[in-house]
């Protein structure tokens, strides 16, 4: 059974996920990962961070000379922007509680997990919740998703998609 815990803030220094579960002497490659990644980015965003953020993932463990040792499986994406948010996000505690206003979030953003997560967890401040539940954490589920691909290629299962329908238009397989 594979399993597999994601941690990390948007803004903060290194988006990290762990998978439990993956046999030993599975081929894993670091390029077909950052290829996913690469697909990831294209596309429409609102914001500058896609041209920041050029995600190349790192494997920290549970891989050596490009086979799985059977423990668990570390990948990290570090956060180049992090630099221009350690004072937003840094650990360390404010001393200034009118710093902590000036950085703390009040207002869910629709569609968003903010609400539910602030009422969840007791959070006044939701940017407790929302660097977990901002777009750019989808990346460490990107990155887990070619991790499982190149699990089923080793089985002989191949993994493919497309669109159906859109709208009413219905495309050719």
């Keep these: 059974m594979l399993r597999f815990i994601t941690a990390g803030e948007s803004h903060g220094p290194v988006l990290t996920t762990i998978i439990e579960g993956l046999p030993a002497g599975l081929p894993i490659s670091v390029e077909i990962i950052n290829e996913a990644m690469a697909r990831r980015q294209q596309g429409y965003g609102r914001g500058n961070r896609m041209k920041i953020e050029t995600d190349?993932?790192?494997?920290?463990?549970?891989?050596?000379?490009?086979?799985?040792?059977?423990?668990?499986?570390?990948?990290?994406?570090?956060?180049?922007?992090?630099?221009?948010?350690?004072?937003?996000?840094?650990?360390?505690?404010?001393?200034?509680?009118?710093?902590?206003?000036?950085?703390?979030?009040?207002?869910?953003?629709?569609?968003?997990?903010?609400?539910?997560?602030?009422?969840?967890?007791?959070?006044?401040?939701l940017r407790n919740v929302l660097e977990r539940s901002s777009a750019r954490e989808t990346a460490m589920r990107v990155a887990l998703g070619s991790v499982a691909s190149q699990l089923l290629k080793?089985?002989?299962?191949?993994?493919?998609?497309?669109?159906?329908?859109?709208?009413?238009?219905v495309g050719e397989a």
């Design 154 to 169: 080793g089985l002989g299962v191949e993994v493919a998609a497309y669109v159906r329908e859109i709208g009413g238009i």
């Design 56 to 125: 190349q993932i790192q494997i920290t463990s549970g891989v050596r000379h490009g086979l799985t040792l059977g423990s668990p499986v570390t990948i990290s994406l570090p956060n180049k922007d992090y630099k221009n948010w350690q004072s937003v996000m840094g650990i360390e505690p404010l001393e200034d509680e009118r710093a902590k206003l000036r950085r703390a979030v009040h207002r869910p953003r629709p569609g968003h997990a903010d609400l539910v997560g602030g009422i969840k967890y007791h959070h006044a401040d």
